[in-house]
């Protein structure tokens, strides 16, 4: 029988995935129009995309609660139009973590995009194949290792985001307490082996999930070598 609660972790692993799904598809939706067009504001654009990787979180935080809020824009619309509040929600934590997993993604993705021979691609358009079908059996294909390297890294960067979270979903337990914010209060709170087990928990996530990337960069070196 485990010894604590372990609702934090299994409310992590929800935030994680459901942030690490729509991720998936807006990196895959901006690296590719990063990686094959060229148009007036693409690199303040793309300053945009990669801005959560120097903002300190509760920054990004503050910008998702002006947003988010009930007096912000989307949070008004929210309110109004569905009777849905997105602060001190777990959904709120789910938007945070995308917003911090997104830049890493999408360096990833777009890394592997642009390692893609373009002339494969050309050969397809002039037979009269589709961009979505070029895409789908092509690019993506190609371009997969690179793709799954990414998801494993957003992944374990929802997971163990705080500062966004704590600020837009605020500290519930049983709600929106995540294992970063368990660590925290038990740490508050004077519990130090609670802490340490959360450390140990995210910490073994983080291990697990960086020796994978390294290993699967590794094996897929080594099949290129050979081919």
Do not use: C, H
């Not at 942030?19 to 990196?27: E, L």
């Not at 793309?46 to 007096?71: D, H, K, Q, R, S």
């Not at 080594?222 to 081919?227: F, M, N, P, T």
Request: glycine share 8%; proline share 5%.
């Amino acid at each position: 029988m485990m010894p604590y609660d372990l609702s934090p972790l299994w409310l992590s692993l929800r935030v994680a995935t459901i942030s690490t799904v729509f991720v998936f598809f807006v990196s895959l939706a901006l690296a590719r129009l990063m990686s094959r067009r060229e148009f007036f504001g693409k690199s303040f654009i793309e300053a945009l995309i990669l801005l959560p990787l120097v903002l300190p979180p509760t920054v990004i935080g503050f910008g998702l609660i002006v947003l988010f809020g009930v007096n912000g824009p989307l949070g008004i619309v929210l309110e109004q139009w569905f009777g849905f509040r997105v602060v001190f929600t777990w959904v709120g934590a789910a938007i945070a973590s995308f917003v911090v997993s997104l830049p890493l993604m999408y360096q990833s993705v777009l890394a592997a995009f642009e390692k893609v021979d373009p002339r494969w691609e050309n050969v397809a358009r002039t037979m009269g194949v589709s961009e979505w079908r070029i895409f789908r059996t092509i690019t993506f294909p190609l371009a997969w290792s690179g793709i799954l390297a990414g998801l494993i890294l957003a992944f374990a960067r929802g997971i163990g985001e705080f500062g966004a979270t704590l600020m837009i979903a605020g500290y519930i337990p049983g709600v929106t307490e995540t294992v970063p914010l368990a660590i925290y209060f038990a740490y508050e709170a004077g519990d130090m082996e609670k802490s340490l087990f959360w450390v140990l928990i995210i910490s073994s996530l983080g291990v697990a999930a960086i020796t994978w990337v390294n290993y699967w960069r590794r094996k897929t070196a080594v099949r290129i070598g050979k081919e």
